[in-house]
């Protein structure tokens, strides 16, 4: 079964905290992504990945950076959480064709 | 601008019926366009893609429609049954080249015994 990975399905952080999220892919796909949900607003793209030591910024990337030093690992980074950052996040993968996204669990973080 | 929008954001029907999401975009050409179902708390699964020029998928239960005169993309679950109730997603891939898809906000669908 292909699989993407995340290390945490609940966080509860501190204001103020560096908060690190990883995603882990078992697929050699070349396309990675961090996106963040919350309701109503859909998801929303924060960095993606092409290639390694490659990154891109999305729609929202104010407040995080992301870091792709293997092809296999895509980590994002909080680094001071901020409460506006109470959010599920989800990490998805694909092939250069982008034909299907494969998406992890979700990590659902809260910042208080 | 562009803008991509599912036409409700819920949408309640009774066991056995035929249930209809609509995906609509303005300004966009993509090269396909994808649909997903997530469940609460659960990242979202690929269900289908549907090429620009396909007018018509099938998987199933599921048949996917694409118009691109009307920029309009539907989705159907013959039979429904409870356990089809999820959240639905459409996501765009732009013909422009190597950029990520573009997501509608979702459709909650509740599928009533």
């Known amino acids: 079964d292909v699989k993407v990975t995340q290390s945490s399905r609940y966080l509860v952080k501190r204001t103020g905290e560096k908060v690190f999220l990883e995603c882990v892919q078992d697929m050699d796909h070349e396309n990675m992504f961090w996106y963040r949900q919350d309701p109503g607003l859909g998801l929303r793209l924060i960095y993606f990945s092409y290639d390694v030591k490659m990154k891109e910024k999305g729609d929202i990337p104010e407040g995080y950076s992301v870091s792709r030093e293997k092809k296999e690992r895509f980590s994002l980074i909080l680094e001071s959480a901020s409460t506006n950052q109470t959010s599920m996040y989800l990490c998805a993968s694909t092939t250069g064709s982008q034909e299907k996204l494969f998406f992890g669990s979700g990590t659902q973080l809260s910042v208080l | 601008s562009q803008k991509i929008e599912q036409n409700s954001e819920a949408l309640n029907i009774q066991e056995g019926k035929t249930a209809t999401l609509t995906c609509n975009y303005t300004n966009y050409s993509p090269a396909y366009l994808q649909w997903y179902r997530q469940d609460p708390g659960r990242g ?70």
């Open chain 2, 44 to 113: 979202p699964v690929f269900l289908l893609l549907i090429r620009e020029n396909e007018k018509e998928k099938r998987k199933e239960r599921l048949k996917v429609t694409f118009d691109t005169t009307l920029k309009q993309s539907l989705f159907h679950i013959t039979a429904s049954q409870p356990a089809d109730s999820a959240t639905y997603l459409c996501a765009l891939a732009l013909s422009s080249g190597n950029t990520p898809l573009v997501f509608g906000k979702g459709t909650r669908l509740s599928v009533i015994a």
